[in-house]
């Protein structure tokens, strides 16, 4: 998708979005709530026309396309199922408007039926299915027809935690097993990391970065998508400065130091809290550190969240595996250290719609959102 604009009145809710999906990719569109991530869901759609600019696939303006005609699976938040139908007849409900007979038809919702996982309830009504349940009818009923491209308002967003990730992992297969294009939205970042190919961030109308998970995670284009992808802790440092390839700065009466960025120097670094070290003991050679006071511990099953507070007011926090929490007492002044090679410097000034990686298709094609304005 390259420059696509929309606005609802004075509002603008997109601000000239670039971007290409591939064929064959999970797709996340990751934001907060009014980050414009569901605007742009609905344009690819067709269920809403752009301001500015027009969407194109494999280079065929599709701007003026209805919906309908777009061969666009659609799962929707609210899994809108007919309920007066049975199960299987709400999944071959759209093969029955594009005319197939009733053999292939009944074959095809077969096979959707084993994939989703909903054998023995063919005949059942949505009311009498549970809430993971509908939403494989849902799933089942938008990718029964062989769409190109199927896109995913927040599906998952209505079921209790277990079920969710559950449904995360079955989500992930039958993107697998049909090699079906998805694109995918959520606000939750667990989620996003979990089932995405790449993830497109979203913050005010603008794409700030697009990546793998991974390499979102481990090196973010700014602040804000530092601290949304994640719990985050960061440093600002005094006295930046170059040295021998690195970036040293003082923060709470100690050096502290990160491999150097590219172009200006910044000041801010990050480290994610699963490399943080408590205990008395400073940092070891190869180690940075500062002095903070344990605050709390949070027992998490899993893991312990420590909170930690350095002498100038700054929080910290820190996360051990169960059975590795330090051995150190609350409000006890402690050493906070952690290898040095994990701190992380983020530039100061936001990248925005700047990507890490090519936008062109290894698959065979891209759906494209191209603006009609010169730069």
Known sequence: MVGVSKAFGAFNALNRIDLDIRRGEFLTFLGPSGSGKTTLLMILAGFEKPSGGMVTKDGADITGVSADRRNFGMVFQGYALFPHMSVADNIGFPLRVRGVDKRERQARVADMVDLVGLAGHQSKRPQDLSGGQQQRVALARAL?????????????????????????????????????????????QNEALALSDRIAIFNHGDIVQIDTPERLYSAPCDRFTAEFLGSINIFKLKNPRRQN??????????VLSAPALEGAISSLLSVRPEFLDVREAGPASDEDGVRAVLRAQ??????????????????????????????????????????????????????SREVTEPLTTTMGGTWKITSNRTA
């Open 144 to 188: 029964v027809f062989g769409p190109e491209l199927l896109l995913l308002d927040e599906p998952l967003s209505a079921l209790d935690k277990n079920l969710r990730e559950q449904l995360q992992f079955e989500l992930k297969e039958i993107h697998r097993k049909t090699g079906t294009t998805f694109v995918f939205v959520t606000h939750d």
């Open 298 to 351: 949070v027992y998490q099953g899993g893991s312990t969240i420590l909170k930690l507070a350095t002498a100038d007011g700054s929080e910290l926090i820190a996360m051990r595996a169960a059975g590795q929490a330090p051995c150190v007492e609350i409000d006890k002044p402690v050493w906070v250290t952690w290898p040095r090679l994990r701190g992380r410097l983020i530039p100061e000034n936001s990248l």
């Open 245 to 254: 390839g690195s970036i040293i700065g003082e923060f709470g009466g100690q």
